[in-house]
């Protein structure tokens, strides 16, 4: 696919458990983001990778939140020890260089919280 | 810290009828700004970017401008069609202190009724 895709698209956790969320993006894209977003709300910024380097992480909730691109491709988010106020749509996106060129957005997956 | 706000939040308008969206913000230290649109249950699929030395941009029937200095966009659609239903979000990305750190706003639903 010549698209942003992420897996899994619905996910459902009872409370306390962990999760991975996954990210491919556009081949050969060097920057990577994540993006959580609240009902109702716009996007917030999380973190981004450049190549396999984590470069800002600001954004990112709590220490129960972690990402990786341990190959400067795949992306995976990981939530650990989930809570009902994790329940979002994480979205995540590539641009082909730095941060600052254009960004093209996955479908997201809509993580629910039990 | 940037903040972004959507006027309307919501809109319904009937097909054919010209309509504006709103987008302020507060710091007007950008480097570009962006419009996208979101489906339900889509990801966001970009229309303009204008950077931040640009006045406006044009695609088809969808006109976005640009006021640095008043810190504010406006995004305008002709003779709307209900397939421009959705929800519309625009996005500022600062000139300083990190790139990714891209602040939306909360977005305006526009529903367009044939």
């Known amino acids: 696919g010549a698209g942003v ?5 619905y996910k459902v956790a009872k409370r306390g458990q962990d999760v991975a969320l ?25 973190t981004y990778f450049q190549n396999e380097a984590q470069l800002d992480k600001s954004g990112l909730p709590s220490d129960r939140f972690f ?45 629910t919280v039990l | 810290k ?3 706000t959507q ?14 969206l709103n987008c302020s913000f507060t710091d007007s230290a950008i480097y570009n700004l962006q419009w996208f649109r979101q489906d339900p249950g889509k990801g966001l699929t ?13 695609s088809g029937r969808l006109n976005a401008s640009l006021d640095k200095s ?3 966009s406006t995004l305008y659609i002709a003779a709307s069609q209900p397939g421009d239903s959705a929800t519309y979000l625009c996005a500022v990305r600062p000139n300083s202190g990190g790139y990714q750190k ?8 526009l529903q367009v009724i044939p």
Not at chain 1, 69 to 89: C, F, M, N
Not at chain 2, 102 to 109: A, P, R
């Open chain 2, 46 to 58: 970009s229309l303009l970017l204008i950077q931040s030395s640009q006045r406006e941009q044009t």
């Open chain 2, 102 to 109: 891209v602040t939306f706003g909360t977005g305006t639903k």
């Open chain 1, 67 to 111: 990402a990786e691109r341990p190959e400067g491709s795949v992306s995976t988010l990981k939530i650990q020890r989930t809570q009902q106020e994790d329940s979002a749509v994480y979205l995540c996106a590539s641009s082909l260089q730095g941060p600052h060129n254009e960004q093209f957005f996955g479908p997201g997956t809509r993580l």
């Open chain 1, 22 to 46: 996954r990210c491919d993006p556009i081949s050969g894209h060097v920057s990577l983001f994540w993006y959580q977003q609240a009902l109702g709300q716009g996007p917030e910024f999380l």
């Open chain 2, 2 to 4: 940037q903040e972004v």
């Open chain 1, 5 to 9: 895709s992420q897996s899994p698209r």
């Open chain 2, 7 to 20: 006027i309307p939040a919501a809109l319904s308008v009937p097909e054919g009828e010209n309509l504006v």
């Open chain 2, 70 to 72: 008043s810190g504010r």
